[in-house]
């Protein structure tokens, strides 16, 4: 067996973290990926060069930081001797800046984000084995041209699907609708199936603004509202079911459209797509005619961060970003 190289990038969480001595309460990010890594049982053969980049939880994460950190793994990667990019971080966010990276990323190698949901301090703790499966990942030649996974509680899933789905089991995310790509068992990374394409958009303008507004029985235009007069730069609607919002938002929706905001509709449904099956006040079809794009199936976090790249590139149809064909 050959020797492997694999870089880990650690940012802090909760698979950084130990509990205060005042309050006894977890305390993210304080400890280093150096000091975690010594007990992950890496197998001999792979070497693994740690950089502890960051020591924050993920919810005080910025896009600042997801660049800087784009800049490290490229780095990285354009070393022969790199197998793969692991990058550990707080699971709050990990859907989002996992998918984030996947958009602005085109390496062929694989780059795995992992977390956990315990400390390294409690008992039955994942962070060991999380990270261990997540370096075994980064070595498979049969992820590579994959883009960006998240390898948690012994399943690999690929970022544009992944979700949080419980705030504190081992059994952290899921792929609602995908499934995920394989295991890890016994040390060996099993792949089932991958993606036919992945994509990737070159930064060419600054990020923009994009807020997420929720969408519920009797809601009102009144966040919709406050989005354009702070002069966001899109908005991505929850939408319910096959993505529609109340009556009393499409006015100031048509607003948003008319001056310029980029506005898409998505559903809070967990799997399906928004579909034009309604004509009615604030049905799908009456959010088209006013010139809100369809988000087919992706979720509102998933969008917002797809809607970002894509004003921040030099892609000029926005709505064909969600809608290719």
Do not use: W
């Amino acid at each position: 067996m050959k020797n492997e190289k694999v870089v880990l990038i650690a940012t802090g969480g909760t698979i950084a973290s130990k509990k205060k001595a005042d309050t006894g309460l977890l305390e993210s990010g304080v400890i280093s990926g150096e000091e975690i890594v010594n007990y992950c049982d890496i197998p001999a053969h792979i070497d693994v060069q740690v950089e502890s980049m960051l020591q924050k939880a993920s919810m005080h994460l910025t896009f600042d930081d997801l660049l800087a950190l784009k800049e490290r793994i490229d780095a990285y990667l354009m070393d022969d001797q790199v197998s793969g990019v692991v990058v550990t971080q707080g699971t709050d966010t990990l859907e989002e800046s996992s998918y984030f990276m996947n958009l602005i990323t085109s390496h062929e190698k694989p780059i795995v984000f992992t977390g956990s949901q315990r400390s390294p301090g409690e008992v039955g703790t994942d962070a060991f084995i999380n990270i261990k499966h997540a370096v075994l990942a980064a070595c498979c030649k049969d992820l590579y041209h994959v883009g960006v996974v998240v390898v948690f509680n012994e399943r690999i899933f690929h970022s544009r699907y992944v979700k949080k789905e419980h705030a504190s089991n081992v059994q952290g995310f899921n792929s609602f609708g995908f499934g995920y790509l394989g295991i890890i068992d016994n040390e060996a990374v099993h792949i089932f199936q991958k993606p036919l394409e992945n994509e990737y958009y070159e930064l060419t303008a600054p990020l923009p603004e994009v807020d997420i507004i929720k969408c519920y029985m009797n809601a009102d235009d009144k966040y919709i509202r406050a989005a354009r007069e702070a002069n966001v730069d899109g908005i991505i609607l929850e939408g319910v079911g096959r993505g529609q919002v109340t009556p009393g938002m499409m006015s100031e929706i048509r607003r948003c459209v008319e001056s310029g905001i980029t506005v898409v509709i998505t559903t809070s449904a967990v799997e399906g797509e928004v579909y034009t099956t309604y004509d009615y006040k604030g049905s799908t079809f009456d959010l088209k005619q006013a010139g809100v794009i369809l988000g087919r199936d992706y979720d509102s976090k998933k969008a917002r961060m797809k809607l970002i790249v894509g004003l921040a590139s030099e892609h000029k149809d926005i709505a064909a970003l969600f809608n290719p064909n």
